[in-house]
């Protein structure tokens, strides 16, 4: 039995190696070896099946901090925690309908105290709210048929789970929107009829959400791939969606909270038409480069020897703080998102140094870049992504770690050719330029 648990949940846990990650990395993933789940999981499962029989498939949340099978979490009054799993039949004669299960640690044991069906195809995250005093529990559904999806937030009384929230989202966050130390829900609205999408603010009042503001957002952004919370320069917290403007290009919106008025949107008015934003081709998202709370807003470049015709372009990607109206540059990376790490490149290499994958596998050259027929002017630099047994094997002998990944089963490599020449890049400089991008 438990040999038979074990090899399950290796099998169950290879989809989601990469907790706390905000994409899957197929690149990373790739060279990574599963973890084994623990003790408390294992118990935790034979509970749950005792309750459901063993015809049933474990459901990972897709996205979001919390990945793993089971959400161990205090929920209730009672001091100890429960754990949350979602699940589906797999029986043929039943629906697969999602089910949540708490399970609830009584006399020293696992036992399934609740279960209730969901709507939905998939678990998209799930999130713990610290509101009013209490835990709530949020869970995003998806439907596999269309972009929308569903918002359901739970309170657990001690042996039911009480919806108290449901709403339909095409992108959300859930924190601290207004900074008065309870989590809010903010919900980017499917689109109407119309075309026009709204971002709603929810706060938690006397044990129920109630909507507190709202803003309209550009109608020529036909969909948000991505949200991110954070703030702008002046320590203003802020809300950055990523969308895509057609199918060729895509936008930055940014929402702000304002004392007074509540949800503002700080890039786009649909009164004066007012517009801030900057259209870039498609990949790019918000991210924190440097950790410091600051979102930074991505523009594209070309590398040079590039054409956007060409399949397989490469681009610089421009960083910028968006503040007052204005975008600022902040800095240009190099940014292999398959791969997990950006190289932040230094202001005499933009323009000039160009990049290009080699013929060995997840391996990348950035050299001096020249017109003409051999576009190789100088090499400059060779990073590899590689396995760390690999390296200790003796396998990359004239390269040098400079970061790793996956619990340190791969490591980041970097080999500077022999160059001199104001291009030219030491290997301090690129472990400061180096960073792991999630
Ligand atoms: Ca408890
Ligand atoms: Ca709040
Ligand atoms: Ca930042």
């Known amino acids: ?108 044991s696992w036992q399934s105290v609740h279960d209730i069906s969901l709507d939905g195809t998939q678990v998209e995250d799930i999130s713990v709210m610290r509101t009013g005093g209490v835990s709530l529990l949020a869970v995003g559904l998806g439907y596999s048929s269309d972009n929308t999806s569903l918002l359901k937030v739970y309170s657990f ?85 990523d969308g895509y403007r057609g199918s060729n290009a895509m936008s930055t919106e940014i929402l702000g909270y304002e004392e007074g008025t509540g949800l503002v949107n700080l890039t ?23 950790r410091d709370g600051i979102i930074e807003v991505p523009g594209l470049t070309l590398m040079p020897g590039y ?10 990607t421009d960083w910028y703080h968006f503040f007052d109206g204005e975008y600022q540059k902040v800095k240009s990376s190099y940014v292999n998102s398959s791969q997990g790490y950006m190289l932040d490149f230094p202001e005499r290499w933009v323009g000039r140094v160009s990049v290009r994958r ?5 391996e990348t050259l950035f050299y001096e870049y020249q017109n003409g027929d051999n576009p190789i002017r100088q090499e400059l630099l060779y990073i590899l992504m590689a396995r760390r047994s690999d390296w200790e094997a003796g396998e990359y002998p004239d390269y040098e770690i400079i970061d790793s990944a996956g619990g340190g089963q791969i490591v980041y490599l970097a080999r500077v050719p022999e160059h001199s020449g104001p291009l030219s890049v030491s290997l301090t400089e690129v472990k400061k330029n180096f960073n792991r991008y999630f």
């Open 307 to 316: 054409t956007e015709e060409v399949s397989g372009a490469v681009y610089l």
């Open 1 to 108: 039995m438990r040999g038979r648990l074990l090899r399950l949940f290796g099998a169950l846990a290879a989809a989601f190696v990469l907790t706390g990650c905000s994409m899957p990395q197929s690149g990373v993933d790739s060279l990574l070896v599963p973890p084994l789940l623990n003790e408390e999981q294992n118990e935790i499962y034979a509970a749950l099946v005792r309750e459901t029989g063993d015809n049933i498939k474990l459901l990972y949340p897709q996205r979001g901090e919390n990945r793993s099978a089971f959400l161990v979490i205090n929920l209730d009054a009672e001091v100890t925690s429960e754990a949350v799993a979602f699940y589906q039949s797999t029986a043929a004669n039943v629906t697969s309908a999602i089910h949540m299960a708490v399970l609830d640690k009584r006399d020293g």
């Open 358 to 362: 080699t013929v060995r596998a997840n």
């Open 157 to 241: 009384n001690g042996s039911t789970m009480d919806e108290i929230y449901s709403q339909s989202y095409q992108a959300k966050i859930i924190s601290d929107i207004n900074s008065d130390n309870e989590d809010d829900v903010l919900l980017i609205t499917p689109a109407s009829e119309e075309g026009s999408s709204y971002g709603l603010l929810y706060l938690y009042r006397d044990g129920r959400f109630r909507l507190d503001s709202e803003v309209v957002l550009d109608p020529t952004i036909t969909r948000y791939s991505n949200i991110l919370d954070g703030y702008l320069i002046n320590g203003q917290r802020a809300v950055y969606l």
């Open 268 to 290: 786009y008015d649909p009164e004066l038409g007012q517009r801030y934003a900057v259209d870039r081709a498609l990949g790019a998202a918000c991210y924190d480069t440097n």
